[in-house]
């Protein structure tokens, strides 16, 4: 997983670097280009914030999974039903 993560990190910055270095170097006039490069970096965290947020419910999840787990265990040595 660790080496998943380090692969998507390289990738995203490399696809970053491009679209940035894509867009300055196009040929359009300055104030176009800053709107098209302010425009990219908002979609690009809007992305980064739904993924974000994606992760967050499964670990959510997770957590509240093993939780109820845990007090069943608890349950079952304390001999409550």
Do not use: C, H, W
Not at 28 to 37: L, P, S
Not at 53 to 77: T, V, Y
């Amino acid at each position: 997983m660790k080496d998943f993560s380090k692969i998507a990190i390289a990738a995203s910055a490399g696809l970053i670097a491009g679209a940035v270095l894509g867009v300055l170097f196009a040929p359009a006039k300055g104030e176009r280009t800053r709107e098209d490069i302010t425009k990219k970096t908002k979609k690009l965290f809007r992305e980064i914030n739904e993924q974000g947020s994606e992760k967050l419910g499964e670990l959510k999840e997770k957590f509240e999974d093993q939780l109820g787990k845990i007090n069943e265990k608890i349950r079952e040595f304390a001999g409550v039903s």
